[in-house]
Nanobody
């Protein structure tokens, strides 16, 4: 069964850093992980889920709100995608979700999320 598991969330002061990880497992990912576009999304309390960053073989993309502060990367040998978050702000507080997309028709797999709380 395909699974995405996030880790690395926690409580940090404004201006601090966190590194999120997402490990993909299951038969689908075991041989074709590199073909997936991997994305990070977040959802703050009372708000809709929003795109944060994505990475594929074509390159990476970022939401304007986090550009120059967050960096997405991946290790295809470890079936893992990372989100390095620097200069964190209170408004970055949210549950962060990892997602995987291959078909171009939307993200097919989602993780359970990891909580990031930034205190001001």
């Amino acid at each position: 069964q395909e699974q995405l598991v996030e880790s690395g969330g926690g409580l940090v002061q404004a201006g601090g850093s966190l590194r999120l990880s997402c490990v993909a497992s299951g038969r689908t990912f075991s041989s074709t992980f590199s073909l997936y576009t991997m994305g990070w999304f977040r959802q703050a309390p009372g708000k809709e889920r929003e795109f944060v960053a994505a990475i594929s073989w074509r390159g990476s993309s970022y939401a304007d709100s986090i550009k120059d502060r967050f960096t997405i990367s991946r290790d295809n040998a470890q079936n893992t995608v990372y989100l390095q978050m620097n200069s964190l702000k209170a408004e970055d507080t949210a549950v962060y979700y990892c997602a995987a997309e291959k078909t171009g028709a939307g993200y097919d797999y989602w993780g359970q999320g990891t909580q990031v709380t930034v205190s001001s």
